[in-house]
Structure formats: C-alpha cells, structure tokens
C-alpha cells in the first residue's frame, strides 16, 4: 500500500502516533522507537515547561506558542488506510536539540525520506548541524548514516534499563512518612518544588509553571494515582516520581524520577513498581543506568549514541 508524508495534524495524530509507538514496541519486541510515556511527557510537559527558545519562566501564551512550534516540527508517514508507518520528532519546542525516528518493522525503505525531512526541518541554524538518537545495534540505520556522512559522538552513551517484577518489594518508609498521589491530593505547588529541587534548580524561577503541570496532567496516558511524592512528617514534600502504563505491552515506564533527601528515590519507585504490578505490568523500565536504579535492581539493556552531521 502506498505512503505518504503528513504534516502533524495534532487533533488526529496524537492518539495515532502513541498507538504506532505502543504496536511498534511490541512488534519489535523491545524498545527502539520512542515508548508511549515520551511521546506523552514531550508534547504534554517539555513543550509547555520549555517555551519559546530563551524564555526563562514562559507565560501561559508563551507554552501554547512553545506546544504549536512542537507541532509544526512533527512529520508523520501514513498508508492509505491511515495507518502510521513512521514519524520524526524533535524533543525540544525548537530545532537545534535531537532529532528522533521511529518506524515500523520492515520500514526501512522510509529512513531516507524521514533523514531528508530531519535535515530540512531540525537542523541547528546556527551550527548548521542535526544530531539524532540511535540505538547502537540498529544497524540498518547506523549503515544509512554513515552513507550520508553522519558520525557517532562518543561524548555521551545514554541507557534503557529494565526492572523485571517477580514480586513487588515491601514498602519501607520510616515512621511519619507518607506516599502519597496526585489523585489523593492534587498539590502542584509542592510538587513542582519537589521536582524542580530534585533537577538541581533552588530557584522558584528555574521550576517547571503551574500551567506546564496542568498541561501534563491532560496528557492522554497520565494516571494521577501514579504521580507519586514522599512526604515528610512536615508535609513537604522530598522525592517524586511519575510511572506511565502500556496496557497493550503491560509494561510501566517511570519519567520523571527525583530525590532531595537520600533514601526516598528508592521508595517512590518501588511505590510505582507496586502500582504498574497492580495493573498487570510485567516489567518496569527507566532511560538510565545510573547506579542508583542498579543498585534497586534495573538491568541496563540498551544503549544508545547521539549521531551528528554538518548540512550544508
């Protein structure tokens, strides 16, 4: 059946693309397109968190301009049954950070076609350079890049790591200590604290708005019940933690996770492990490898490189 490129019609291909991400997750048997709760998180929350290129602390407008310009940087590849067959996203709300191809098995026939639109449309203007994630053993892909001149940066190895749930842990949180969500109490303040102290920002100004955190919670696959916080005898609130849910994979995926006193990041994931298990999750998964996640028992499974090219 024949494909056609799409230009982002964000009323119709939200939805189609995070389905495409959730078949092609299953259909590859692993992860190497996007997963559901990334495509969610990047339009949903770093867009409107973002804002326009240089803003500080965007304005409400200044998110919605951020969400349209995210828009108009998404192109999609579709059958003539409307099926998705691929699609190019940046992750930021402005060409010049990474550019990400996903597609289905078998497609990749639609690699070029999906490079020439990332070269014409996500380039950096300044360095006149595009940059693209790529796992490190997708070698039909890496083969179709090195042909057009890109080369693998060893400056940075970014890591999918996976938390296989055999039996969920036991909590394990001191006297006075509480998990709690944001369906029980719908706290942005605190919570927006909390993940901006946890992402190194002391400063209110460097906090993602309350009009970014709204914005995420209308994400289709967010789940108030998994936006989970510790918090302390106070009330404050010391490690936060967002787990998404792939029924159709029956996997849980934790994005963001954060901690300001030691000990705590380890019991809100174990709380969101618990609560995926609760839904039939099988494994959990995290885009880290830092020690912490291993020590709590995630497995690095794949890694990736950031590939870089000059266009001309």
């Known amino acids: 059946m024949p494909v056609s490129f799409r230009p982002y019609d964000a009323d119709y291909h939200f939805l189609a693309v995070r389905d495409f991400l959730s078949e092609t997750y299953g259909a590859f048997g692993r992860t190497l397109n996007w997963r559901i709760e990334?495509?969610?998180?990047?339009?949903?929350?770093?867009?409107?968190?973002?804002?326009?290129?240089?803003?500080?602390?965007?304005?409400?407008?200044?998110?919605?301009?951020?969400?349209?310009?995210?828009?108009?940087?998404?192109?999609?590849?579709?059958?003539?049954?409307?099926?998705?067959e691929a699609a190019v996203c940046p992750e930021e709300p402005w060409a010049g950070q990474s550019a990400f191809l996903h597609r289905r098995p078998g497609r990749e026939d639609l690699l070029v076609p999906m490079l020439d639109f990332a070269e014409a449309t996500l380039f950096d203007p300044e360095t006149r350079r595009l940059v693209l994630w790529i796992y490190d053993d997708d070698v039909p892909f890496i083969r179709i890049l090195e042909a057009r001149g890109y080369k693998k940066l060893l400056i940075q190895v970014e890591w999918d790591s996976e938390f296989v749930i055999d039996e969920p842990p036991a909590p394990n949180l001191p006297h006075g200590y509480s998990i709690r969500s944001m369906a029980?109490?719908?706290?942005?303040?605190?919570?927006?604290?909390?993940?901006?102290?946890?992402?190194?920002?002391?400063?209110?100004?460097?906090?993602?708005?309350?009009?970014?955190?709204?914005?995420?919670?209308?994400?289709?696959?967010?789940?108030?019940?998994?936006?989970?916080?510790?918090?302390?005898?106070?009330?404050?609130?010391?490690?936060?933690?967002?787990?998404?849910?792939?029924?159709?994979?029956?996997?849980?995926?934790?994005?963001?996770v954060g901690s300001i006193r030691l000990g705590f990041g380890r019991e809100v994931v174990m709380e969101a492990v618990r609560r995926v298990a609760g839904l039939g999750a099988t494994s959990v998964w995290v885009g880290s490898a830092m020690r912490f996640y291993r020590v709590i028992g995630f497995v690095p499974r794949y890694s990736a490189h950031y590939w870089a090219k000059e266009i001309p």
Not at 45 to 66: I, L
Not at 186 to 213: C, M, Q, S
């Open 38 to 84: 990334r495509w969610n998180y990047t339009r949903y929350f770093v867009a409107p968190m973002r804002g326009p290129k240089g803003v500080r602390t965007p304005t409400p407008e200044e998110s919605r301009q951020a969400i349209r310009a995210w828009e108009s940087l998404v192109g999609v590849w579709q059958s003539g049954d409307g099926r998705v």
């Open 184 to 256: 029980d109490v719908n706290d942005i303040e605190r919570r927006r604290k909390v993940l901006g102290l946890a992402f190194g920002h002391p400063d209110p100004l460097d906090w993602t708005t309350a009009f970014a955190y709204e914005e995420l919670q209308r994400a289709p696959d967010y789940r108030p019940e998994l936006d989970l916080s510790v918090a302390a005898p106070e009330g404050e609130y010391i490690a936060c933690c967002i787990a998404w849910y792939d029924e159709r994979n029956r996997i849980g995926i934790l994005e963001p």
